[in-house]
């Protein structure tokens, strides 16, 4: 069916436990889910993994590592034992890719400085992750969190740092809130190919309503997302593809009600 | 003295009229005005130029024309009649630089095509504001104000479509909040040259206060502002430097004392 390729991450129905979320999706007849470590946790690593497999709900992405600034809207700096558990939690839910978020800009305003502590910090993380056979993705946040969240900012710029690493390790995880402005997107699409190895949705909501909170459902924003789908998938992505929101009266509604109108507009606003 | 440069953009003391700004920086010996068409067309432009004169306070730029896709936050579509009319005003009070905004994605949500009418659009202006002397400054505004006000958001972007013009009649405008984040805007500077024909400054407020009045006084915020304007001053910018912020603190502040403290810091946390 059409929804095949279908994915919701966690946050879209944040409302929700992590078992209520994979009972939902097992009701609704999804068959993926964009897990946070959080909910993970709380529920457990190895019941969350059951609870997985006994619904036959499987995990697209995990959210997340990085921070390797030592930046970030939490505080409290670089957690390299985090990053690791992290890594561990993926493979133990039957995941392979984890998210990075690479982590705002340093105390000391030094642009650059941050974007070279991004690269050590990966590359500290990748045999760890690679031994427990996980592929990091990283992420181009969208330039309005580059001083807080993450100083990789564009999807060049995450493949300039992706590239250093085997493709087996390390890819790039495509969000069309975060690139769809890019007038140089279409050929770092072409570019990451099979590099891509994540890719997340929502819209661009007109007025944004909230400097972080301003995704919609797909289509309704400014963003020509079955034209973005289309341009990931020609460069040979084949994956679930995520359905990601952070919105407040998103959170606000019955989140059944938000995964019927997800499912239900799924193929016209996302796939095209 | 070092702060013969400083500029003050009437948005930054927007309870002032045109007249009430133009008094102040005379008082507080800025030497410069960065100034809006609404003000000067309330005041009248005739004695606007009169009293700009007689307080010898230079205009550094224009606010604006522009809105080429037909979208802009007010509605309407494209007016070109505003757009000349804005040309004249620029000429009329002495200065030679106005601002250009592209203009939001198209209705359609094509963003390619929306690209191709901003550029459509200048040509267009172009001649006529040759002939009055006036430079159209294209702006490359966040990629945050790409889905309602520009969908020109990067500086190479603004390059690319200001290159096909001659350069005195078509240049550059840099404002540091816009372009910080962007991991070209080095080389971008350097291409650009004796194409930047004006400079804005403020900063990036950590957290966004709201999604379009973030705006801090320089030194308030995440960007490194002296190294970004030493690096637009050694790629050839000698010009004012204009400080242009929105923010509902600084406009509910006394705006004398806005201008104080702008004044103050201005070496330190603008020159560096």
Chains 1, 2 share one sequence.
Not at 217 to 235: E, F, M
């Amino acid at each position: 069916m059409s929804t095949e390729r279908l994915s919701i991450n966690q946050i879209t129905v944040k409302r929700w436990s992590f078992e209520e979320v994979v009972r939902a999706l097992a009701r609704h007849r999804i068959g993926w889910l964009g897990a946070w470590t959080g909910p993970v946790e709380e529920y457990g690593v190895e019941r969350a993994a059951r609870l997985l497999r006994d619904h036959d709900v499987r995990v697209s992405s995990v959210c997340r590592a990085g921070f390797f600034t030592g930046t970030n809207p939490d505080g409290g700096g670089l957690d390299r034992e985090a990053n690791r558990r992290a890594v561990d939690l993926t493979a133990a839910i039957g995941a392979d890719v984890l998210y990075l978020v690479a982590g705002g800009v340093r105390d000391d305003l030094d642009l650059a400085a941050s974007r070279h502590a991004v690269a050590d910090g990966i590359a500290e993380l990748v045999p760890y992750a690679a031994s427990a056979g996980v592929r990091l993705a990283v992420e181009p946040l969208h330039p309005m969190m580059c001083a807080e969240r993450s100083v990789i900012v564009t999807l060049d710029q995450a493949l300039d740092v992706a590239e250093r690493f085997d493709p087996a390790h390390v890819g790039l995880a495509v969000d069309t809130y975060n690139v769809w402005w890019d007038p140089n997107l279409l050929p770092a699409l072409d570019r990451a190919g099979a590099r891509t190895i994540s890719y997340q949705v929502c819209d661009w909501l007109v007025p944004q309503p909230h400097p972080l909170f301003g995704r919609g459902i797909p289509g309704d924003g400014a963003i020509d997302i079955p034209s973005l789908t289309r341009a990931v998938d020609a460069a040979g992505y084949t994956g679930p593809i995520e359905v990601e929101i952070f919105n407040e009266s998103v959170w606000a509604a019955n989140p059944d009600d938000v995964l019927v109108r997800i499912t239900a507009t799924f193929t016209q606003s996302v796939l095209g």
